[in-house]
């Protein structure tokens, strides 16, 4: 059953936010486009710089993305993993843009960083491999303490590996981190960016250079990265099987509610903007989803939800326009793991955060459960307290039955 209640909310305002959205950053995602002044003769002449060494790398790993577009592998893990390692063999340090695979040639990298400091003149290709069927060639120089960047973007299809832009800027944020990260920001340029809309484009990079154990990798695959951070609080408040806490449960039922059934959730936000829709859950369809991935009773959840005990459902509200996040998320990445006598295994992760700079937001603990048929129950989460944690930016909490009464309840 679905109810729809119109709302007196900022309508015009988040949709004007809304519209400005953009996704900035590293790796596969399209940046956020800035104002600047016209760049047009450094592009040009970083366009030209570039090109020394791209044929070679080209050559180095065609035939593998060839072998990988005809077997239809092009975003596969190990696939990715040949084509890193072979560039790495042939003296180039590269890494994937999602680093899950180790660097090839990292100490090149830590020497550059060191040049960096030392205020001397050097410079460095690197290459990070994405899982669209490309990579971005990163062309570094630095002098004077300051870098300077020249990013192409190849892309392979048809047969071809091909430039498809290329941009440069001085990095104005650089950072080689305690936790084994290169992490730099900047308004990069390209001419074809610049002739449609006279800016530039915001970048945040993040490579791991330093090894990370591969266990720690596929643990991190396995329990953590399915959750992330994205429209979430379960690793970023404390709670336990003992005490929940703030843990939100409707936001676990999005997104737990493809990985039982298979498909997205049906109940979704009103077309209308002014309006939210308002869905009341068969019991049995709201538990089955919680309590496939968490030991709770019924009482407990339906006291941490609002349960209709006449109609026996759960009440489901869709996020709305007031509930959204800037689309721009950290990952935990594990860094050491315990497996306890009651067959649970404690993670211990850093919060990795690009967009932000920061590859150690906070650390947190997370106890799971794998249970024989190959699934899992979440059991805790456990924010390590320290004077460097960092508050989390990114996430947006749903609205409270006060502030939603207070935006639908009046009509």
């Not at 940046?31 to 180095?60: G, K, M, R």
């Not at 832009?165 to 610049?194: C, R």
């Not at 990952?331 to 009651?342: A, L, P, R």
Request: net charge negative.
């Amino acid at each position: 059953m679905k109810e729809k209640r119109r709302g007196m909310g900022m309508r015009l305002c988040m949709i004007q936010i809304l519209l400005s959205y953009t996704i900035s950053g590293c790796s596969d995602m399209p940046p956020e486009e800035i104002q600047v002044d016209d760049p047009f003769i450094e592009v040009q002449e970083a366009t030209e710089n570039s090109q020394e060494n791209a044929e070679e790398i080209i050559e180095i790993c065609v035939d593998l993305y060839k072998e990988a577009a005809e077997q239809n592998k092009i975003a596969d893990l190990e696939m990715i993993r040949s084509i890193v390692n072979r560039l790495g063999e042939n003296g180039y340090p590269a890494v994937d843009s999602r680093n899950q695979i180790n660097m090839t040639e990292p100490e090149k990298v830590v020497e550059f960083c060191e040049k960096v400091d030392a205020q001397e003149e050097a410079e460095i290709t690197i290459l990070e491999v994405s899982y669209l069927g490309g990579f971005v060639k990163y062309d570094l120089h630095t002098k004077d303490g300051n870098v300077d960047v020249v990013r192409s973007y190849y892309k392979y299809e048809n047969g071809n590996m091909k430039r498809e832009v290329i941009g440069n800027y001085q990095a104005e944020y650089w950072n080689y981190t305690e936790e084994g990260y290169l992490m730099f920001s900047g308004v990069w340029f390209s001419e074809e960016l610049y002739v449609l809309t006279l800016s530039g484009a915001e970048e945040h990079t993040a490579l791991r250079v330093q090894p990370l154990d591969e266990t720690y990798r596929v643990l991190s695959r396995k329990y953590l990265r399915p959750i992330s951070f994205e429209q979430n609080n379960m690793f970023i408040v404390d709670w336990s099987e003992d005490d929940f806490g703030d843990l939100n449960f409707y936001d676990m039922y999005d997104i737990l509610y493809p990985k039982v059934n298979g498909q997205y959730v049906p109940y979704v936000a009103d077309d209308n903007l002014s309006v939210s829709a308002v869905y009341q859950i068969p019991k049995e369809e709201f538990e089955s989803v919680i309590m496939k991935y968490f030991n709770i009773d019924s009482e407990t959840l339906q006291s941490k939800t609002v349960y209709d005990s006449v109609d026996s459902t759960y009440e489901y509200k869709p996020r709305g326009f007031e509930e959204v996040e800037y689309p721009e998320y950290p990952y935990s990445e594990i860094v050491g793991f315990t497996e306890n006598s009651d067959g649970t295994i404690t993670l211990t992760a850093n919060v990795v955060f690009p967009y932000a700079g920061d590859s150690k937001v906070y650390a947190h603990e997370v106890v799971v459960r794998p249970l024989e048929d190959g699934g899992v129950q979440y059991v805790s989460n456990r924010i390590i307290p320290s004077e460097n944690n960092y508050r989390e930016t990114w996430h947006t909490p749903r609205l409270t039955l006060e502030e939603w009464e207070e935006l639908y309840g009046g009509e």
